[in-house]
């Protein structure tokens, strides 16, 4: 088990983010929100709400995933199971947005997902436990309670959070010109 140092920086804050409070141990949901490609977020007055934040190569090949809160974010880099999560979050995004109730958007069949994802079962089982592995310890740093898989039998879904999607090279752009 390899440790990497976790990378923080500050990035201008896209949407109203406030306080809440983190699980020891464990990463749980407090409550739904959510922030796709410029859709809004929305969330409890006086809760902490994070984005993440999937940079994805043109070919959607490579993904970059980055956590912020309030100005701040935590670098996860580029990771096999940044793919499998964005995957998740587009597919409820995709339910929300032709109105499904949100208690059943973004539900997905593993053996579904094996089909999309062009991997097994096992493969996306330890996709999923290696995020939650990267994960806790960012969200523990940034003092904050959520879900980010969701699971019921046979299913999954990605957890009731806010993310974007930005295109990595104009991301590198932009960066490069500040």
């Known amino acids: 088990m390899d440790k990497e140092p976790i990378a923080t920086a500050a990035l201008p804050?896209?949407?109203?983010?406030?306080?809440?409070?983190?699980?020891t141990g464990t990463v749980g949901l407090e409550e739904t929100s959510d922030a796709m490609e410029g859709n809004a977020t929305r969330g409890k007055p006086g809760q902490r709400r994070p984005t993440f934040r999937f940079l994805v190569s043109q070919d959607e090949e490579h993904v970059r995933l980055e956590l912020s809160v309030e100005g701040s974010a935590?670098?996860?880099g580029e990771r096999a199971h940044h793919q499998t999560l964005l995957m998740l979050a587009r597919e409820r995004?995709?339910?929300?947005?032709?109105?499904?109730?949100?208690?059943?958007?973004?539900?997905?069949?593993?053996?579904?997902?094996?089909e999309m994802l062009g991997i097994d079962t096992q493969h996306i089982n330890t996709h999923l436990f290696r995020a939650l592995r990267q994960l806790s310890p960012a969200l523990r740093q940034l003092a904050i309670a959520l879900d980010l898989?969701?699971?019921r039998r046979g299913q999954v879904r990605f957890?009731?959070?806010?993310?974007?999607?930005?295109?990595?090279?104009?991301?590198?752009?932009?960066?490069?010109d500040s």
């Open 13 to 23: 804050s896209k949407v109203g983010l406030t306080t809440a409070i983190a699980r």
């Open 159 to 176: 957890g009731d959070a806010a993310f974007e999607v930005v295109d990595w090279k104009g991301l590198a752009a932009s960066r490069s």
């Open 93 to 114: 995004r995709g339910d929300e947005c032709q109105n499904v109730i949100p208690s059943e958007a973004g539900w997905r069949d593993v053996v579904s997902l094996e």
């Open 74 to 76: 935590v670098d996860l």
């Open 149 to 151: 898989v969701e699971r």
